[in-house]
Each structure stands twice: as C-alpha cells, then as structure tokens.
C-alpha cells in the first residue's frame, strides 16, 4: 500500500489532475485524461510516454 500522505502529492503529468491509486493492477489511474500510470518494481512511473490509454467502456 502507498502511503497516503504521498497519495495525496501524486499529480498527473499531462493534466496535473488528480490520480486515483487502483490496487489491482498496481497503478494510478487519470479520470480527466483516461490514462493508466503502472507501478514498476515499487516505483510510480509517471511519465506520458508510458501511460497506456484506458480502455472505454
């Protein structure tokens, strides 16, 4: 689990919107711009580039 504290500080890239942190698949989710952020070996990667699109639905 993240600590909430550092939850709380955790921006999007692209947006500077807020990230949801979804457990399950270990990532941060960007609601405003649809984008999916994963966690890698512990580490948020919160790069654009390495965003993936969600999928709509």
């Known amino acids: 689990m993240i600590d909430s504290a550092l ?3 955790i921006v999007c890239p692209n947006c ?15 609601l405003q711009d649809r984008l999916f952020f994963p966690i ?7 790069l654009v580039d390495e965003a993936r699109p969600l999928e709509s639905g």
């Open 7 to 9: 939850l709380d500080m």
């Open 16 to 30: 500077l919107g807020k990230l949801e942190y979804q457990e399950t698949p270990g990532g941060f989710v960007c």
């Open 40 to 46: 890698r070996e512990g580490i948020p990667v919160l």
